[in-house]
């Protein structure tokens, strides 16, 4: 069964510390899809990123930055020099391709970043 | 602008009413979506159309009722408005690639709803 599991509820750091949010997945396809969605306070879900499962190789984008390793089935995700508007609920999800194109969704975790 | 459109924003009833909320996207997309998030945040998916064709249909009570007038709008109507129907409704939109599902998914603003 899909299964999307963060771990970490809630995280507070201080601003320019580094941040890495948790996820753990669990799926028996060999094709899958793998996200992280941003929602800030106003309460838009903004998408981040979308991994597919051959593709294991590390992404960064800016300040963020991915690492998706399928022998522990993690898709963890950092912030590097964290801000204040990187304040938010961020969720970690999972597609597969076999089935219908739903989206599991984590239950996300909500960060505070301190100034 | 090309996006995700829903409305109303938000949406405050009564127990046992009638409701709509409307869903349109001019990305051209091929499917569309319905989430439904509680307050505790959680994200689950109720229902998807795939060009004005039912794809998905989560374990939601019969009360939820999509229409698809269109393959660019994706409604939905809710019969006997409860409390626990309180919770922030978001649409979501999917291109078709080559005829391959793509799997990235474009959300709307959300409609918050709630139900006194």
């Known amino acids: 069964a899909q299964k999307v599991t963060q771990a970490q509820t809630e995280i507070s750091v201080v601003e320019k510390e580094d941040v890495t949010l948790d996820c753990v997945y669990e799926t028996r396809d060999t094709t899958y899809y793998l996200f992280w969605y941003k929602q800030p306070p106003s309460g838009e879900l903004v998408f981040l990123i979308r991994r597919n499962s051959f593709d294991e190789q590390n992404e960064i984008s800016g300040r963020y930055s991915w690492n998706f390793q399928k022998s522990t089935s993690s898709f963890n995700f950092t912030i590097t020099a964290s801000q204040v508007v990187d304040s938010a609920v961020y969720f970690c999800?999972?597609?597969?391709?076999?089935?219908?194109?739903?989206?599991?969704f984590g239950k996300g975790t909500r960060l505070h970043i301190l100034p | 602008d090309t996006a995700v459109s829903q409305t109303p924003k938000y949406l405050v009833t009564q127990m046992g009413n009638d409701k709509s909320i409307k869903c349109e996207q001019n990305l051209g997309h091929d499917t569309m979506y319905w989430y439904k998030q509680d307050s505790k945040k959680f994200l689950k998916i109720m229902f998807s159309?795939?060009?004005?064709?039912?794809?998905i249909n989560e374990t939601v009570p019969n009360r939820f009722s999509p229409k698809s007038p269109d393959k660019a709008h994706l409604n939905l109507h809710i019969n006997s408005l409860e409390l626990g129907d309180s919770a922030v409704y978001f649409c979501a939109s999917s291109p078709l690639v080559s005829g391959r599902r793509t799997n990235e998914q474009f959300f709307g603003p959300g409609t918050r709803l709630t139900v006194l």
């Open positions: 999800a999972l597609s597969e391709e076999v089935r219908d194109d739903k989206i599991i």
């Open positions: 159309y795939n060009n004005k064709e039912l794809i």
